[in-house]
């Protein structure tokens, strides 16, 4: 990649939006193969269960979430970190004021929409 590809996205900057009560999501810098996004969940948030083909890698800023893939549930914490596989169906919840951080896999063309 050559420096005339770099972009950068500077926080103040980034569009902050509301897609769900008790959820903010700002799309922070992206390419055609990966994307970053912040996630901020208000305490008792608790997100639709869902999927997706992107692979999802997680990264817990501050706060406590609570994730749900199949049988499988775990609480992760300030500093903890996971990856769900593409189409793996899954949910999250917030039991205190989390900031996750969010890498995607291909691209997530419908957050790219709302940037």
Request: hydrophobic residues 40%; aromatic residues 8%.
């Given at each position: ?7 950068l996205v ?16 700002q ?32 990264y ?10 199949g049988e499988?549930t ?5 500093g ?12 999250a ?23």
């Amino acid at each position: 990649m050559s420096a005339g590809n770099i972009e950068l996205v500077e926080i103040k900057g980034a569009k902050l939006f509301t897609p769900e009560t008790g959820l903010s999501r700002q799309v922070l810098a992206y390419s055609d193969k990966m994307m970053l996004v912040r996630h901020l969940m208000e305490k008792g948030w608790i997100g639709a269960r869902h999927s997706h083909p992107h692979e999802q890698l997680v990264y817990v800023v501050s706060g406590h979430i609570r994730f749900n893939a199949g049988e499988r549930t775990f609480d992760a914490r300030t500093g903890d970190s996971f990856v769900i596989p593409g189409g793996v169906e899954h949910q999250a919840s917030a039991l205190e004021e989390s900031e996750v951080l969010d890498v995607f896999t291909p691209v997530r063309e419908d957050y790219a929409e709302s940037r």
